[in-house]
């Protein structure tokens, strides 16, 4: 399951570019948009994704605070997940909403496949963010198959 929030649309491009490589590569793939999904769902899915944009300098989208609030609840023991998400280089703490979502993720038992991925929306084109998630996918695919 990929979920995401996304103001802009660079989120949400690397969700679907992710997914798109992932069922490229003989997966089945469940995307959803964080306002349309609670966190409880993810207990049906042995994989997880999920990317959001960075807020200001360090914080959440509003997109996806629910979300994370119900993260916190649910037990998550057992399955993998990764971590993706947008953000502007100029701030301090770089597309930090990637490190908090991966660190609520290994929280709640997961194991993290690999660094979350971080894309700088004000300096990379499209071509640029689909590459990195095209890397992303391999990665994640390498580590499974480990």
């Known amino acids: 399951m990929i979920v995401y929030a996304s ?10 570019t992710i997914a798109d490589e992932l069922i490229k590569a003989g997966d089945q793939v469940i995307i959803k948009d964080a306002l349309a999904v609670y966190a409880e769902e993810l207990q049906s899915y042995e994989r997880i994704l999920v990317g959001s944009y960075t807020w200001g300098d ?17 037990d998550l023991t057992g399955k993998v997940a990764a971590a993706f998400g947008s ?22 038992g997961c194991t993290i496949l ?10 990379e084109d ?3 963010i689909e590459l ?15």
């Open 7 to 16: 103001m802009t649309g660079t989120t949400e491009l690397m969700a679907q």
């Open 114 to 123: 690999t660094k979350g991925l971080k894309v700088d929306s004000g300096l």
């Open 87 to 108: 953000g502007d280089s100029t701030y301090e703490q770089f597309a930090r909403a990637v490190d908090l979502l991966e660190e609520a993720l290994q929280n709640q």
């Open 132 to 146: 990195k998630c095209r890397g992303f996918v391999n990665r994640l695919i390498g580590m499974l198959s480990a």
């Open 126 to 128: 499209e071509v640029e």
């Open 58 to 74: 360090g914080g959440l989208s509003d997109e996806i605070l629910a979300f994370y609030d119900e993260l916190t609840e649910v």
